[in-house]
């Protein structure tokens, strides 16, 4: 009987490690339609229709956020849209990252940058906030500046006048959700890249004039 239920402990170690996460992938934005196709919310977009692509739906409620399983170039990956509201998204990330024991190198941000033009991106492998209120919340929460992220452009301000909180709660115009839609492919497969260990390449691709 012994054997037998070491027999059992051995089947689900395995199947605990099999399971494990090993990677955290966060979009940012606010949670709510009031919200859904605003400039800030690209992380959001953007983890979205990576889900789609791997045929999973972000719907499972962890973490103060909404998740989901998925394999990514071999690996257990949570995807994650906290639903605490952009200032605080750090604290979903902090405690998904707490409960599978991960480092802040096993976590990838993808968000919206107001510096870049419509639908470039831009990868690093760590960094200052940048003044973004997401990522200023993550780097808190997590007590290191020391994770990748995936900057997606959403274009200045057109007037310099225009507050900054009213551009990026504003909402994508038709042509401009095509332009964005368009490069969440290459967004894809820099995660791929990224999870996979293999930053710099994802960082050379995709860092040029794309």
């Known amino acids: 009987m012994d054997k037998l239920f070491a027999l059992f402990r051995k089947i689900e170690t395995k199947k605990e490690t099999e399971n494990k996460i090993s990677f955290v992938i966060a979009g940012l934005g606010n949670f709510g339609d009031k919200y859904a196709f605003t400039r800030h919310n690209t992380g959001f977009l953007a983890l979205s229709y990576i889900s789609q692509k791997l045929g999973v739906e972000i719907n499972r409620a962890k973490f103060k956020s909404l998740c989901a399983e998925c394999e990514l170039e071999g690996k257990r990956v949570l995807l994650m ?23 802040s190198e096993n976590l990838l941000v993808i968000y919206d940058d107001v510096s870049l033009p419509l639908g470039k991106m831009r990868i690093r492998a760590k960094g200052s906030d940048g003044g973004h209120n997401g990522i200023k919340s993550v780097i808190y929460q997590t007590n290191s500046d020391e994770f990748p992220r995936i900057k997606i452009g959403i274009g200045e301000k057109p007037h310099p006048e225009e507050d900054l909180a009213d551009w990026v709660l504003s909402r994508f115009s038709k042509e401009e959700q095509k332009i964005l839609f368009d490069r969440f492919e290459d967004v894809l497969c820099a995660c791929k890249l990224i999870v996979s260990g293999k930053i710099t390449e ?9």
């Open 81 to 103: 849209l906290p639903q605490t509201y952009m200032n605080n998204s750090g604290e979903a990330v902090r405690e998904a990252l707490s409960y599978y024991k991960l480092s």
């Open 202 to 210: 994802a960082m050379n691709r995709y860092n040029g004039d794309n």
